[in-house]
């Protein structure tokens, strides 16, 4: 099994990622399963959906003569082999290491069909909104199970901590990420909830581990837990 972590990074990392990614590479021989391969692949780029079309390609060994010229150093030395799951990890986003391995093994023992499970992870808060928002959307009805801790369907995971399933992207062939709108300039659908979409209309599910949380950097970093929400709701928090 090869796991390659992608990194997009518009600028640098954030000192807790930096921290995040290299205990994972420091333990992955302790915590993972023997046969398992760490790959750890970063590419600084914008807009995001070309960075993350790059590293996808870098991970996939796809699109190689185009690698050549947006990556040439990675692109010539890579070893030709596919990853089987992609963990996207954002510039912004750290995570305690066991709860990376158990999102991976999750995965890996899930049926064919599923092409991601994600951890939740805050996102800026809607104006007014006193309440923690996640990066999960749509099945409403899965909501309250997965905050109490289920791991549940769901429509959209953001791509804040997430592992993702090789044959999704091989089914959905290049480009595997675009930015768009629906209809209006108001509702915009980025490239990573652009990409459940259009993976969930292939036959493919989504789905998010509740008992697993990412933490996001804000002016400090913060999980959806209940001492971030009363932190939260005592600041006046917006994000």
């Not at 290299?22 to 398992?36: N, V, Y």
């Not at 992870?121 to 309440?131: F, W």
């Not at 549940?152 to 804040?160: K, L, N, S, T, Y």
């Not at 062939?173 to 659908?189: E, M, N, Q, R, T």
Request: aromatic residues 10%.
């Amino acid at each position: 099994m090869i796991v390659a972590l992608l990194l997009p990074m518009y600028r640098d990392a954030d000192y807790d990622a930096q921290c995040s990614t290299r205990e994972l590479i420091e333990q992955w021989r302790t915590l993972a399963p023997a046969d398992w391969e760490l790959r750890v692949m970063d590419f600084r780029g914008q807009p995001v959906m070309h960075t993350r079309n790059v590293l996808t390609a870098l991970a996939l060994y796809e699109q190689v003569d185009a690698l050549k010229l947006w990556a040439p150093d990675r692109a010539l030395q890579h070893d030709g082999k596919a990853a089987d799951i992609l963990l996207w990890q954002d510039s912004d986003v750290s995570f305690d290491v066991p709860d990376v391995i158990a999102l991976l093994k999750t995965l890996a023992a899930a049926p064919d069909e599923v092409a991601l499970v994600g951890m939740p992870c805050l996102i800026q808060s809607r104006e007014g909104d006193a309440i923690p928002n996640v990066n999960v959307n749509g099945f409403e009805e899965s909501r309250t199970h997965l905050m109490a801790g289920a791991t549940m369907e769901v429509a959209q995971v953001g791509f804040g901590l997430v592992a993702t399933r090789a044959s999704a992207y091989r089914a959905l062939g290049f480009p595997w990420f675009g930015f768009k709108y629906a209809g209006s300039l108001d509702k915009v659908i980025g490239e990573d909830t652009g990409w459940c979409d259009a993976v969930r209309q292939l036959g493919f599910s989504i789905f998010c581990d509740g008992s697993r949380w990412a933490y996001h950097t804000f002016a400090r970093r913060f999980r959806p837990d209940a001492a971030s929400q009363v932190w939260l709701a005592a600041s006046g928090h917006k994000g």
